[in-house]
């Protein structure tokens, strides 16, 4: 089956500076599709972006993710994190077996904390 | 409105006790889903209901049920609740007609076991 692995459990950043969030994935699908969710505290996980392309960058507040099928990645990252950016960021894909009921394999998240 | 409601919020349940947690939509999706999301786990897709057909996983297939009474409405029944059972459990939905459709989350139910 798919598998989806983010290796930080906790990244910490000063505001202003860069950030890349890491998300790899096995899947022996060709044509899949990727989303990064976000969950901030209390609040519900929301769509942060979603992308099927392979070498199209996606951009969405702030963010942005490349699809990169060679590397089986679809890393996060951002230029210029802010104190509101800090939350609970999860990868998730869907594969064509699972793309007909809109079944999500999710990574176990990565916590973003930024700090002033 | 894009909200999928969730009740209760916290749940403090007794071991061999049941408990049914509620989920609600009002977006008109045909797809729910229940996961299971523990520390430092990747959350867990229990089961999901497309349109009135339920779904359950092979291996959490005799631990937990649901029900959908309509369209809006989405119920996951613990008939003995175990320790194991201690997690956070999100509800989303989605409509499928869209291809890669996104899930709309709820809140979660935080549900500890004693």
């Known amino acids: 089956g798919d598998s989806v692995t983010q290796t930080e459990g906790l990244v910490t950043v000063t505001e202003g500076l860069p950030v890349m969030l890491n998300c790899t994935y096995q899947t022996a699908y060709s044509d899949v599709a990727f989303f990064w969710y976000v969950q901030y505290l209390n609040e519900a996980p929301k769509l942060l972006l979603r992308s099927s392309t392979d070498n199209k960058r996606t951009e969405h507040q702030g963010f942005h993710a490349t699809l990169h099928k060679s590397s089986s990645s679809f890393h996060l990252q951002k230029s210029s994190v802010q104190l509101s950016d800090s939350a609970l960021y999860y990868c998730?894909?869907?594969?064509?077996?699972?793309?007909?009921?809109?079944?999500?394999?999710f990574g176990r998240g990565t916590r973003l904390q930024v700090y002033a | 409105d894009t909200t999928v409601k969730q009740n209760p919020r916290y749940k403090l349940a007794r071991v061999g006790k049941p408990v049914n947690l509620i989920c609600s939509q009002t977006?008109?999706?045909?797809?729910m889903y229940w996961y299971q999301k523990k520390p430092n786990q990747a959350p867990k897709l229990l089961l999901f209901?497309?349109?009135?057909?339920?779904?359950r996983e092979a291996d959490t297939f005799e631990k937990f049920q649901s029900s959908r009474p309509n369209n809006s409405f989405c119920s996951l029944y613990i008939g003995s609740a175990g320790l194991e059972y201690s997690a956070m459990y999100l509800c989303a939905s989605s409509r499928q007609r869209v291809n890669y459709a996104e899930q709309f989350f709820g809140p979660g139910t935080r549900l500890t076991v004693l």
């Open positions: 209901y497309y349109d009135k057909i339920l779904n």
């Open positions: 998730a894909l869907s594969d064509p077996g699972t793309q007909v009921v809109g079944q999500l394999t």
């Open positions: 977006m008109n999706h045909d797809t």
